[in-house]
């Protein structure tokens, strides 16, 4: 898997990250949303460079001009609810791409700290042939990421997988490096150092769904 790192390099993007970080510019969900919204437009703009590109002629009142144009015939599926926002900035750049939705929440059979990854809602054209675009802000296991291309493989095989997130923990990347293709691109903010005894990445931000849309009551 080839990992995107976008922290490596200092940017505007330091920015939105601590925003989301801090516990004080959190309580405001809109600024909260908006931040994921802009690195998805970040994280897009990234990925683009690895798309494939055509000449097209473009003629302006003035004359014409030459100009190289993406020809990806692209699917961005994101996983809910926390993938909303990062979905409206991915969409935000590749506004022809076909949409994609589905459901991974975290179940605790036992009412304890062990969980599993529960898909069970699945909209999506066929993807066949396509690039996909798999978004979820919080890449901590893993798991959620692997649960859902198993639930997606129903739709078809992709020509080529980008998978994207606002922060990681390094457990997650590892088995995402495991599971997915070699050729599988991962485009990311930034990478924490662990997970902690409830699965949840430290440093990290704390759960990016509560924070985008409010609390829920626990399956």
Avoid at 30 to 58: A, V
Avoid at 163 to 169: E, F, K, Q, T, Y
């Amino acid at each position: 898997m080839h990992v995107h790192h976008l922290l490596n390099n200092n940017s505007i993007a330091n920015k939105f990250i601590a925003q989301l970080r801090d516990v004080n510019v959190q309580q405001d969900r809109m600024r909260f949303r908006r931040n994921i919204e802009r690195l998805g437009e970040i994280l897009s703009y990234e990925l683009s460079s690895k798309l494939q590109y055509t000449t097209k002629e473009i003629t302006s009142p003035l004359g014409t001009s030459k100009v190289e144009v993406p020809t990806n015939d692209i699917v961005i599926c994101s996983i809910l609810r926390a993938g909303l926002p990062l979905h409206n900035g991915i969409l935000n750049y590749f506004d022809d791409a076909e949409n994609s939705f589905i459901s991974a929440y975290r179940h605790h059979p036992n009412d304890d700290d062990e969980f599993e990854i529960k898909v069970e809602y699945l909209a999506s054209p066929s993807l066949n042939g396509k690039t996909l675009i798999l978004a979820d802000p919080m890449l901590a296991t893993g798991r959620s990421f692997v649960n859902v291309m198993q639930a997606l493989k129903q739709m078809g095989t992709p020509k080529e997988i980008h998978l994207v997130a606002i922060i990681g923990a390094e457990e997650g990347l590892k088995l995402l490096d495991d599971e997915f293709p070699q050729n599988t691109h991962l485009w990311i903010a930034a990478i924490d150092q662990k997970l902690d005894y409830r699965g949840y990445i430290v440093p990290g931000l704390g759960d990016a769904g509560d924070l985008c849309f409010g609390t829920k009551k626990q399956h």
